[in-house]
Structure formats: structure tokens, C-alpha cells
């Protein structure tokens, strides 16, 4: 790991912190309105049984990013990828997910963005070379598009709202 890039990822496996995590998350219920039922049966059981783990960079006690991956033999997915406005120059979301890749041992997982956030997330899925793969209308917000990259996500749906002609990042 480089040393210039400062705030190392370190795995959350605490119930407290857990809480933590989920309470500094809290805001992405915008975007995912069942976030905190997912997170309460789906996050912390799947910390407990190994088939999802929860990285963070810290600074002292407060996170400046949170990447949660899962990985079975079903699927590998970076499911939640969140760095705080204030740390977002600073390489962490770069960081966290290739904790998250490592450990999924994957390049590509599955990886899903809402329609407001694309241009946030458009330098790093170039950086990735994710392909989009299909756009889900209705995934997990009535109306609003979800682009989703590498592999796909129930319920299926074609490119009709692709990003651009290639799909490619």
C-alpha cells in the first residue's frame, strides 16, 4: 500500500461498531430507503457469518469512509461505497474498495449507482473499467434508475437508459 495515501482500511466487526457504521450511513436512505432494515438483517449477520465484511478509514474515531462487501458463491458485491465530502480528494474511496476487491477477490464485482450520484462515481468506474451492464428502473426507489455494472441485479432489465454508446468505463 502507498505510504502517501495515509488513512489505511481497517475491518468494522464490533456490534458498537457496527452501530457506528450504521448511524454515520444514515444519509444514503435518500437513495436506498430500506437501508437501515438491510443493513440491521443483511450487514450485521452476514459480519457474523463471513459472507459480508464492513472496511473503514478512520481518522481517530471518525470515519471518513465505509466500503460493505459481500461475497458468496453467488455473488460478489461492493454493495455500499461511502467517503465523507470532507475526505473525498484524498483517495480513500480508492483505498476501501481495493480492500473490498481483495477480499472478494474480484476486480469486478457487482456494483450499483443511482441515477443523482453517476457523475461522482463516473472517475472511479473509469479507473475500475466497470461495464454497465443494464439499468433497473424501480430497484430500490419508485421511478428512479439504478446503473448497475459487471454483473447483474434482480429484477432484469435492458440498456434502454444506457450512460453513453460503449457502456464501458
Same mark, same amino acid.
Given at each position: ?7 489505511? *482500511?481497517?475491518?468494522? !466487526? $464490533? ?5 457506528? #457504521? ?9 437513495? &436506498?430507503?430500506?437501508?437501515? !432494515? ?15 465484511? #464492513? ?7 471518525? %470515519? ?9 458463491? =453467488? ?13 473525498? $480528494? ?10 473490498? %476487491?481483495?477480499?472478494?477477490? !474480484?476486480?469486478?464485482?457487482?456494483? $450499483? ?18 461495464? =454497465?451492464?443494464? $439499468?433497473?428502473?424501480?430497484? &430500490? ?5 439504478? &446503473? ?7 429484477? =432484469?432489465? *435492458? ?6 454508446? !460503449?457502456?464501458?468505463?
Amino acid at each position: 500500500m502507498d505510504e502517501h495515501l495515509g488513512f489505511l *482500511p481497517v475491518e468494522i !466487526t $464490533t456490534p458498537l461498531q457496527l452501530r457506528r #457504521v450504521r448511524e454515520t450511513l444514515c444519509s444514503v436512505s435518500e437513495f &436506498y430507503p430500506e437501508f437501515a !432494515t438491510w443493513f440491521d438483517r443483511k450487514v450485521c449477520s452476514g459480519v457474523e457469518t463471513g459472507s459480508r465484511k #464492513v472496511f473503514a478509514c478512520l481518522n481517530q474515531d471518525i %470515519f471518513l469512509g465505509i466500503a460493505i462487501a459481500k461475497r458468496s458463491n =453467488q455473488e460478489r458485491k461492493l454493495s455500499t461505497l461511502w467517503v465523507s465530502p470532507h475526505a473525498r $480528494t484524498q483517495r480513500i474511496a480508492l483505498q476501501l474498495a481495493n480492500s473490498a %476487491f481483495l477480499w472478494m477477490e !474480484t476486480k469486478r464485482p457487482t456494483f $450499483t449507482v443511482p441515477e443523482e450520484r453517476i457523475g461522482e462515481f463516473r472517475g472511479l468506474l473509469r479507473t475500475w473499467h466497470f461495464t =454497465q451492464v443494464m $439499468t433497473a428502473k424501480d430497484l &430500490y426507489r419508485k421511478e428512479k434508475l439504478e &446503473y448497475v455494472f459487471n454483473s447483474s441485479c434482480t429484477p =432484469q432489465r *435492458p440498456l434502454e437508459h444506457s450512460l453513453d454508446s !460503449t457502456s464501458k468505463f
